[in-house]
């Protein structure tokens, strides 16, 4: 926690953050005429958008930590940075889902081998329990894999995944106290600005899946379950809901893999919500879970999990778009 950093700590996180965010400002600000004509997002009958708009703007909050990170010399930001440039690569061109599934296993297994979590707990299981360590790192590979499609998943509206991110960014910096998120958080939140309603310009699947990435290494970086099954409650307001998607659209025989508009966002989008107030409802709720966490603990955080599920139980069955309209 920044309590416990020393002054000169401080003036260098204050310095890092004014010039990771005024840079990645400027470079949206500059960028954006070549983002519009060379990477449209044009709008078809699965956008929550009716003008054609700027994406890939999730490269100002891939670029700017990256550059901090070559010389601080961290690899969590070197290697989401890698696999954000072929997601930078199907913004443009749309490469195969085999592809970009195959290419986000291999990052996750190479922040697994990596992370605190392999070398200080997991490499333990390989003497003393094979089949169960094989287990666990399939395991824990399949489930970085859904996070970040998860979130991608999520971008969907204005502000929406920026907002919940930087909720979950924040929060894994105050508990865990990661330096390499500073530069990350400050520009992120630049972009934000720009991608609240109405945007300006969209991240692009560059941005959503970096962030599902970077999630994923957090996870990775920490061997406390408690403190991790925490963060994973902060982001239970984007990560259910894409998750509950998933399993109703597999329950009702859908093609899971399919681009719709069945999430809980977008169906409250639809139901007449603007972006920005649907945004803030799921941003708010990462909130106060933060904040439960933060100060309450564990156990009150998950009760505030529960209180948001009715809450979006509600809004699901009495508010928005019927999910039934969805189906074939």
């Known amino acids: 926690m920044l309590s416990s950093l020393n002054l000169l700590s401080k003036n260098e996180y204050l310095i890092r953050i004014i010039i990771s965010f005024i840079s990645s400002w400027c470079f949206i600000n500059n960028a954006l005429p070549f983002l519009k004509k060379y990477f449209p997002d044009k709008p078809n009958k699965r956008s929550s958008h009716s003008v054609i708009k700027a994406r890939a703007g999730g490269v100002s909050f891939v670029l700017i930590p990256f550059l901090f990170s070559l010389f601080d010399h961290d690899p969590e930001i070197l290697i989401c940075s890698a696999f954000a440039m072929v997601s930078l690569i199907d913004d443009k061109f749309n490469i195969s889902s085999i592809f970009r599934y195959i290419s986000q296993i291999l990052v996750v ?17 390989i003497d003393l329990n094979l089949f169960f360590f094989i287990f666990l790192i399939v395991f824990l590979t399949f489930s970085g894999t859904a996070i970040i499609n998860f979130v991608n998943f999520m971008d969907g509206i204005d502000g929406l995944v920026s907002g919940s991110m930087l909720v979950i960014l924040i929060t894994s910096f105050y508990l865990l106290e990661l330096n390499w998120l500073i530069s990350l958080i400050a520009s992120l939140l630049a972009f934000f600005i720009w991608n609240w309603y109405p945007s300006k310009l969209f991240m692009g699947d560059v941005g959503s899946t970096f962030l599902g990435a970077i999630f994923v290494t957090v996870i990775f970086s920490n061997v406390e379950f408690k403190t991790n099954l925490g963060l994973l409650l902060v982001s239970f307001p984007i990560i259910f809901d894409a998750f509950f998607c998933v399993l109703r659209r597999y329950i009702n025989k859908q093609n899971i893999f399919e681009a719709h508009k069945s999430h809980l966002y977008q169906r409250l989008s ?40 009715i809450l979006g139980w509600y809004l699901d069955k009495n508010v928005a778009l019927p999910f039934r309209m969805h189906l074939s």
Do not use: D, E, P, W
Not at 109 to 125: A, D, E, G, Q, R
């Open 109 to 125: 297994i190479v922040l697994l081998v990596n992370s605190i979590l392999y070398k200080n707990f997991l490499i333990s299981f």
């Open 270 to 309: 639809q139901a007449g919500f603007k972006h920005s107030t649907v945004s803030t409802i799921y941003i708010s709720s990462s909130i106060l879970i933060s904040l439960s966490l933060c100060f309450g603990g564990l156990l009150i955080s998950f009760f505030t999990c529960i209180v948001i599920f």
